[in-house]
């Protein structure tokens, strides 16, 4: 499930979950890294918001995945492992956030979006279709920033 093709919107339960959960992770670990390094009261503002938000939305998919009997990864995708590498050494890290921010979001945004009409898991699809407001809600807030 790692490489070139990996499927970005997985339709199948064990896909969506492994790439929210990864997600999530990477939203959440970039976010705390932000709290570290960035000076800019938007990027903190906004990375406060992604650590409360994606807390959030992790906790739903755990309780959605559990009630199907499915596991939830605790790492993260190597995808999304090479984003947070790449922005822990990157020289302009307020410039890299918000651009890795934005990207995320928007792949997020596919994800939730596509499985919340076409998932196999009806607790998963609910999960799904309760998050595309909060990830659309990023997206703005990113583009206003």
Do not use: C, W
Not at 75 to 88: G, I, K
Not at 116 to 139: F, K
Request: glycine fraction near 4%.
């Amino acid at each position: 499930m790692t490489g070139p093709m990996m499927d970005l919107t997985p339709e199948a339960a064990p896909g969506f979950v492994a790439m929210t959960a990864s997600s999530d992770m990477y939203e959440i670990h970039s976010s705390r890294l932000a709290l570290q390094r960035s000076r800019m009261p938007m990027n903190r503002m906004h990375a406060e918001m992604m650590i409360r938000d994606h807390t959030n939305t992790t906790a739903q998919l755990s309780a959605a995945a559990r009630s199907a009997g499915l596991g939830v990864p605790m790492r993260m995708l190597p995808m999304h492992a090479t984003l947070l590498n790449e922005l822990s050494r990157s020289a302009n890290f307020d410039a890299t956030y918000r651009r890795q921010q934005l990207v995320s979001h928007q792949q997020a945004f596919a994800l939730h979006d596509n499985y919340a009409r076409n998932g196999d898991v009806p607790q998963l699809r609910a999960v799904a279709a309760a998050t595309v407001p909060v990830i659309s809600g990023h997206i703005k807030h990113l583009r206003r920033m």
